[in-house]
């Protein structure tokens, strides 16, 4: 069975940071790409980054690109995401997904992929 489990949401204060974990089981996880997507209230689910398999290749949406890190220790069966200088605008809950193939592949449909629980991220004053 797939299993996706994120932590590390939180309440932070505009400008803060968090680092969000994403610990996997039930697949080979260094075979897959890992995306980050995310849900603000009311809103449609976002995709966020992706990582390949090798972790030598990270895309961002334009919106975090600059202040979020992708990571990944495949021996770990890990994923990461790092968010620095964080914005209101980053309210929403976030999830781990697993790609459909190594790469990512930005005309995947993220909303079908495997995801976990999520983790709420909450910046506000």
């Known amino acids: 069975e797939v299993r996706l489990v994120e932590s590390g949401g939180g309440l932070v204060q505009p400008g803060g940071s968090l680092t969000l974990s994403c610990a996997t089981s039930?697949?080979?996880?260094?075979?897959?790409?890992i995306n980050w997507l995310r849900q603000a209230p009311g809103k449609e689910l976002e995709w966020v980054s992706a990582i390949n398999s090798e972790g030598r290749s990270q895309y961002y949406a334009d919106a975090v690109k600059g202040r979020f890190t992708v990571s990944r220790v495949n021996t770990k069966n890990t994923a990461y995401l790092q968010l620095n200088n964080l914005k209101t605008e980053d309210t929403g809950m976030y999830y781990c997904?697993?790609?459909?193939?190594?790469?990512?592949?930005?005309?995947?449909?993220?909303?079908?992929?495997?995801r976990g629980q999520g983790t709420q991220v909450t910046v506000s004053s």
């Open positions: 997904a697993k790609g459909p193939a190594s790469y990512y592949n930005a005309g995947d449909s993220y909303s079908k992929f495997d």
């Open positions: 039930g697949f080979f996880f260094n075979h897959y790409a």
